[in-house]
């Protein structure tokens, strides 16, 4: 979706063109609209959470009557449809077409690579909702900023609440075979292993498998839990897979950011109920801006927002802050840059900041699968604030490492 444009600049009730009368460039550019680019999926396997990037952004700014700082917003959303090659495409066109001042998104770990260069070349502030993390680890991009989360940001508190609470010892974990999917359980392995726990199975199907019967035939039987670190609908997927198997009561789930968000759990029913999972977001939070954003978009859209309609609706806080911080002066790209890099605002999600990288310091919640009012919901159980991207290691000792990845932390427990 695009709002019109405006292409003119009215100036005295005679309408005359500020470049008429003569108005300095940068008095012209700041009667212009502030042009915001949405990169998000609309079409396949990520598309349930993409729509809901732009529901939320969309309803942020209508409740702003699309004005930030006395600028008017318009906003150009592009379909990545997941794909890399698309995304850097479309990334391209909102920069080179557009003429966007800043970009939200993309969705997934693979796109935000994808056009890292790109960002960096042109200058492009760009507010990220994908995990990729080293895009503020050990190659930090200084046009980047993330408010919702690395890959392995909530399952390494995830790991530590197994561990230390569930008394879990042998688990496995399940993943889409992207960096996401990598990364999450990379993260995940490290605290529960360096915990004395043991990850004794690994597995990744291929992020558009047409069916996980294979993978859930060469699942273990002899572990406390498995973790899945699913993406879009695949974790509704697998799991309705793992109930057809008779797998249900037999084996603990407990799942990342993305597996179980409230985007699949209207399509569930009491088979989920029960199911732990953490993230930096939960419909269910009481806090005053989320007490007034999750009913509103439940009124709305007829379901809960969940993970991805809370990234763009946090980013536009975010982003929101910045541009007040520079008095509209987005096209000062370095003062903007500064402004958002130094941003603390509350949110949907909770209080926000941000480290020397770029990435979010917040609270990451363990949810627990419950009915309410008819409905399923992720209640929040327990909170860890102030959660770092580095868990609770030293940045400089974590950065030492290589990146999370399907080899690192090497597996020394894997079973056959």
């Not at 004005?67 to 890399?84: C, I, M, N, Q, W």
């Not at 066109?93 to 796109?111: C, F, I, N, Q, Y």
Request: glycine residues 8%; aromatic residues 10%.
């Amino acid at each position: 979706m695009a709002f019109t444009r405006r292409r003119f600049i009215q100036a005295t009730g005679l309408g005359l063109g500020a470049s008429t009368l003569g108005f300095p460039a940068i008095v012209r550019a700041q009667s212009e609209p502030i042009r915001l680019g949405l990169l998000t999926v609309k079409t396949g396997p990520l598309a349930s959470g993409g729509i809901d990037m732009e529901k939320a952004l969309v309803m942020y700014l209508r409740e702003r009557n699309n004005t930030l700082a006395g600028r008017k917003v318009d906003l150009t959303v592009a379909d990545t449809a997941g794909a890399p090659a698309t995304a850097r495409t479309k990334m391209q066109e909102l920069v080179e077409r557009d003429k966007v001042h800043a970009v939200t998104g993309p969705l997934d770990a693979g796109s935000a690579l994808a056009i890292d260069d790109y960002i960096r070349d042109k200058q492009i502030p760009t507010l990220s909702v994908a995990a990729a993390e080293d895009m503020t680890q050990r190659k930090p991009n200084p046009w980047f900023v993330r408010a919702t989360s690395t890959s392995s940001h909530c399952s390494q508190p995830l790991a530590d609440y197994c561990y230390k609470t569930l008394k879990y010892r042998r688990m496995a974990v399940i993943a889409d075979d992207i960096p996401y999917g990598h990364e999450m359980c990379a993260g995940f392995q490290r605290v529960f292993e360096d915990a004395g726990g043991k990850i004794v199975q690994k597995l990744f199907p291929p992020l558009t498998v047409p069916d996980y019967g294979t993978y859930l035939a060469q699942m273990k039987t002899n572990m406390d839990c498995i973790f899945l670190g699913f993406a879009g609908s695949n974790g509704f997927r697998w799991y309705r897979q793992f109930n057809e198997y008779g797998l249900k009561g037999k084996i603990n789930v407990v799942g990342g950011m993305t597996a179980f968000d409230e985007a699949v759990l209207r399509n569930m029913g009491d088979e989920a109920l029960g199911i732990l999972t953490a993230c930096w977001y939960s419909a269910e939070l009481d806090n005053p801006i989320n007490r007034k954003f999750a009913p509103a978009f439940r009124a709305e859209m007829k379901y809960d927002p969940g993970f991805y309609a809370a990234a763009t609706y946090t980013n536009g806080a975010v982003f929101q802050a910045a541009v007040e911080a520079v008095k509209g002066k987005v096209e000062d790209k370095a003062a903007f840059m500064k402004a958002l890099r130094a941003t603390k605002v509350d949110t949907c999600r909770g209080p926000v900041s941000f480290d020397a990288y770029g990435n979010v310091i917040g609270n990451i919640y363990i949810r627990k699968v419950e009915r309410k009012e008819g409905r399923l919901v992720n209640s929040v159980i327990y909170t860890y604030p102030n959660v770092s991207q580095f868990w609770t290691y030293d940045p400089k000792e974590f950065l030492k490492n290589p990146v999370y990845s399907r080899d690192w932390p090497p597996a020394k427990n894997l079973e056959p």
